[in-house]
């Protein structure tokens, strides 16, 4: 371990910087001239040379030149304690993150930026401050902050100089020689799993069906395949791929070498995000009915300060787009290491409960150990909730008109925010009462051995993790 350097870090953004910000003004310039030329012939520009240079300067030179003076003005300072982001430009403006306060740290490379070698550096301090960036560096010096920012957020003290000198990853991979590559998804497996997923399957086979049903009224096959299988219903179905290519594509889930789990993952755009493992508060597996015969799972995540819905943005709470039940054994070993979800006893609801789910009852169940709740359930898309109880914040007990009559309820754990929803449904009222009752001890006796868990309890020292 190093000691904190005194010198502080003072740098300024790449000098590339405006032309990336820049670039849709330039493919704006470049679309307008292009779309045009075959209309008027390069005899007419001969004679609206002054139209081009309009063109070029608005479009062009001017957001270069603002962004270069934005370049110019701008700068970040780390020292012990905080990085600092001074905006000095037209509005003075000073960003300052305590290293206690970041939750995480990404790099994000769009297209033109992952072309020319620079990176963007998202620094996230939590729902309530929302995130601060860095735009832009080289690649290598994004990948060097972000993994010093990282460590010091998880109270490691090293020196900026000793962590700039630890090596990093390069063009193709955000992974260093420290790292432990947990699961890759491969490229066409993806796309199976794509085109058989329940927002793509549900589209075709209702125009499948509508289409069939046209031919049987009409007769008119061409007619009717072309006015249902028009323009709208193929884009539609073309951009779900295309949007699940683009986001998930080249998913790779590594451990880092600071014990955090770092998602890498984007076709044209490659976004890394590094997640402390404190900062999972529950993991969903589901299985949709066309993905198994197949042996296809998904995972989720429920992360402290994530919104909810973040799966087609920079921000992602996919845990594992597609993979098979060993590589979910293998992501549910790197983040619990010492919890076994499959030695936990799981314990159906009563017969009875048909007569309030008359088709899904069956498939129920609910289970715990010292260590985390257990629920899953239902039939179209098979669901299995894993919540640790160290990270429950508040029990509640549910019983409805029916269930009441028929001595049922439901017991509903609660978290932070996020895609992980953990209800254990329809159990026997006394049995549900006794797990509402029993989770409030095995919370609070849980806080206290987490880090067996998850390593450092950091969550555990926000205001979100305080049980209510």
């Not at 549900?202 to 028009?230: E, F, H, M, Q």
């Not at 323009?231 to 600071?258: C, D, G, K």
């Not at 789910?357 to 909730?385: K, N």
Request: overall charge positive; some cysteine; aromatic content about 6%.
């Amino acid at each position: 371990m190093t000691e904190p350097g005194t010198d502080p870090v003072t740098e300024r953004p790449h000098p590339l910087s405006p032309l990336v910000k820049g670039w849709i003004a330039v493919a704006a310039v470049v679309a307008y001239i292009v779309q045009d030329i075959p209309r008027g012939g390069l005899g007419d520009w001969e004679r609206m040379w002054w139209l081009l240079a309009a063109a070029v300067g608005v479009g062009f030179l001017g957001p270069l030149v603002i962004g270069y003076f934005s370049w110019r003005f701008t700068r970040f300072v780390i020292d012990d304690e905080q990085v600092r982001i001074e905006h000095r430009f037209i509005e003075h403006r000073s960003e300052r993150i305590a290293f206690t306060k970041i939750q995480s740290v990404d790099v994000v490379q769009p297209l033109v930026a992952r072309i020319i070698g620079l990176a963007a550096l998202r620094i996230d301090i939590g729902s309530q401050g929302g995130s601060k960036t860095i735009e832009y560096l080289s690649r290598q010096r994004a990948y060097q902050l972000r993994d010093y920012l990282v460590a010091r957020a998880h109270g490691t003290q090293l020196s900026a100089e000793g962590s700039f000198a630890q090596p990093v990853g390069g063009l193709f991979e955000d992974r260093s020689a420290a790292d432990r590559v947990v699961v890759r998804v491969p490229a066409l497996r993806l796309v199976g799993a794509t085109l058989l997923g329940e927002g793509f399957v549900v589209p075709a086979l209702v125009t499948i069906g509508v289409s069939a049903l046209g031919v049987a009224l009409s007769g008119d096959l061409r007619a009717v395949v072309g006015a249902v299988l028009a323009a709208p219903v193929a884009l539609a179905l073309a951009s779900i791929l295309v949007s699940r290519l683009r986001t998930e594509l080249n998913f790779t889930l590594t451990v880092t070498a600071a014990g955090g789990v770092r998602v890498a993952r984007g076709l044209t755009s490659l976004v890394s995000q590094t997640i402390p493992l404190d900062r999972i508060q529950g993991i969903e597996i589901c299985q949709s009915l066309p993905w198994r015969p197949f042996g296809w799972y998904r995972m989720r995540m429920s992360v402290l300060g994530y919104a909810v819905g973040g799966d087609e943005g920079q921000v992602s709470t996919v845990l594992l787009p597609v993979g098979h039940r060993d590589d979910v054994d293998a992501v549910l070993a790197a983040v619990w290491p010492s919890v076994d979800v499959g030695s936990i006893p799981l314990r159906r609801v009563p017969r009875r409960a048909r007569w309030f789910r008359w088709l899904d009852a069956q498939t129920f169940a609910w289970g715990h150990d010292e260590q985390v709740l257990v629920a899953v359930g239902h039939l179209l898309v098979s669901r299995m909730a894993i919540v640790p109880h160290a990270r429950v914040q508040s029990v509640r007990l549910v019983q409805g008109p029916v269930q009441r009559r028929l001595r049922l309820a439901s017991v509903e754990a609660h978290i932070s925010p996020g895609p992980v929803i953990l209800t254990c449904q329809h159990l026997d009222a006394a049995d549900a009462r006794h797990l509402a009752m029993t989770e409030l001890d095995r919370m609070r006796s849980a806080r206290g051995r987490a880090h067996k868990i998850i390593g450092v309890d950091r969550g555990s020292s926000t205001t979100d993790d305080q049980p209510q």
